[in-house]
C-alpha cells in the first residue's frame, strides 16, 4: 500500500493537465461558447512566434458612396480608376499567469479523479480571467470610438445609444425595446447581422420582469435558452457597470471577436519546498497562458509592456481609449453595439 499524503506534485502531470484545462476553459467562456467570439489560426500561429503585437494589413471594402462612370462613345473621354484602400489591424499578445500556494486544496479534491476536479477548478478560473480581459478590451474600444480622436473617420458614439441620462426614470432611462432598436440601428442596413446580446443578470431581471425574454428550445427540446427580439441573450455579470445603477448592453454579431490561444514554454509546474511550515512543507503551483483577441476593423495602438497589457484603463492598457484606433471606415464592418441604460435609483 501507498503512505503519504497525496500532494500537487502527484497528482499534476503538465501534458495531461494543461490541455484538459485549456479546453475546459474555453467550452466556459461565455462569449466563445455564445459565437460572439471565434478561433483565429492566424492569431494561434502568432503567439507560436516571437513578437507582442501582430499586423493583419487588410483591404477595406469598396467605398460605396464612389459615383460610377457613365459610359460614352467619345474616344477622347477616359475614366480614371479608383484604389481599392489599405489598413493595418493590429492584434496584442496577453501573457499571463497565477498561482496557487495551498495545502488545504488538495484536500478539498479527494475526489475519484482528483486531477479532473483541479483542473476543472483551474479552467473556470481563467475562463472568467479571458472574459474580463475580452470585456476590458471591448471597453476600450467603445473608449476611442467615444472620443472619436482626429485622424479617425467616425462619428462619436456610433456603437453606442446611452439613455442612462442624469437620473432613473422607470421605462426611459432603463432596458427597453426603443433603446434596442436604436442601437441595431447604428448597423444600419447591416443590423441582420446581430445575433447576440450580452448583459448583466440586473438588466435580464428588468427584461424579465417586463416580459421581453423568450425562450427557444435547446439540442434536448427545452426551451432553456434566453432570447430578446430573436437574439440569444448571454448573463455575464463582469459586464461593465460605470456608476452605480448604470449598466452597459452589448450587442454582437456571431464572430465579431476572433481570439487565438498560444502556449508558453512551461505552462505549468509545481515547486515543493520541504522545509517551508516549520518542515510541514508546502507546495505551489504555477499556471501561465497565452492569448490574443482581436476586433477586426481596429487596430492596437500602445506600448506594450512586457507580458502584455492589463485590464486597465490606463495608458497601454486594454480598457484605455488610447491604447485602440479603428481602421475600418465602414461602421457596418464592426459588428458590435452597446446600449447604456439606468436601471435603478440611487439613494
Same mark, same amino acid.
Given at each position: ?34 459565437? !460572439?467570439? $471565434?478561433?483565429?489560426?492566424?492569431? #494561434? %500561429?502568432?503567439? /507560436?512566434?516571437? =513578437? ?83 470585456? !476590458?478590451? $471591448?471597453?476600450?474600444?467603445?473608449? #476611442? %470610438?467615444?472620443? /472619436?480622436?482626429? =485622424? ?196
Amino acid at each position: 500500500m501507498t503512505t503519504g499524503v497525496l500532494r500537487l506534485s502527484d497528482v499534476i502531470v503538465p501534458s495531461i493537465f494543461v490541455p484538459m484545462t485549456r479546453r475546459l476553459a474555453v467550452e466556459r467562456t461565455a462569449l466563445i461558447t455564445s459565437g !460572439a467570439m $471565434v478561433a483565429d489560426p492566424l492569431l #494561434d %500561429n502568432f503567439l /507560436a512566434g516571437a =513578437g507582442l503585437t501582430v499586423n493583419m494589413p487588410k483591404l477595406n471594402g469598396l467605398d460605396r458612396q464612389d459615383v460610377e462612370n457613365v459610359s460614352s462613345d467619345d474616344p477622347t473621354v477616359f475614366s480614371t480608376p479608383n484604389k481599392p484602400g489599405m489598413g493595418s489591424e493590429i492584434a496584442v499578445r496577453l501573457s499571463r499567469n497565477n498561482s496557487w500556494s495551498q495545502m488545504d486544496l488538495v484536500r478539498s479534491l479527494m475526489a475519484a479523479d482528483p486531477l479532473a476536479a483541479l483542473a476543472n477548478d483551474v479552467a473556470q478560473y481563467w475562463a472568467y480571467r479571458r472574459q474580463r480581459a475580452v470585456i !476590458a478590451q $471591448v471597453s476600450g474600444i467603445f473608449a #476611442d %470610438n467615444a472620443a /472619436a480622436p482626429s =485622424g479617425q473617420e467616425h462619428v462619436a458614439n456610433d456603437m453606442t445609444r446611452d439613455i442612462s441620462g442624469s437620473s432613473y426614470t422607470a421605462g426611459v432611462t432603463d432596458f427597453n425595446g426603443g433603446a434596442f432598436i436604436d442601437a441595431l440601428v447604428t448597423m444600419g442596413d447591416a443590423m441582420g447581422g446581430i445575433a447576440l446580446v450580452a448583459m448583466h443578470s440586473i438588466v435580464y431581471a428588468s427584461a424579465l420582469k417586463k416580459n421581453l425574454i423568450q425562450f427557444r428550445l435547446d439540442s434536448e427540446a427545452q426551451p432553456t435558452i434566453p432570447t430578446y427580439m430573436g437574439k440569444d441573450v448571454t448573463l455575464d455579470d463582469s459586464m461593465p457597470t460605470p456608476s452605480a445603477g448604470v449598466f452597459e448592453t452589448w450587442l454582437f454579431g456571431r464572430g465579431a471577436i476572433t481570439y487565438g490561444t498560444g502556449s508558453p514554454d512551461v505552462p505549468n509546474e509545481v515547486l515543493r519546498i520541504p522545509g517551508a511550515g516549520n518542515g510541514g512543507g508546502q507546495e505551489t503551483m504555477w499556471d501561465r497562458v497565452e492569448w490574443a483577441h482581436h476586433v477586426p476593423g481596429t487596430a492596437y495602438v500602445g506600448t506594450p509592456p512586457n507580458g502584455g497589457p492589463t485590464n486597465a484603463a490606463t495608458t497601454n492598457n486594454l480598457a484605455s481609449a488610447t491604447s485602440w484606433t479603428r481602421i475600418a471606415k465602414d461602421r457596418r464592418q464592426i459588428p458590435i453595439a452597446r446600449i447604456v441604460t439606468r436601471e435603478f435609483a440611487v439613494a
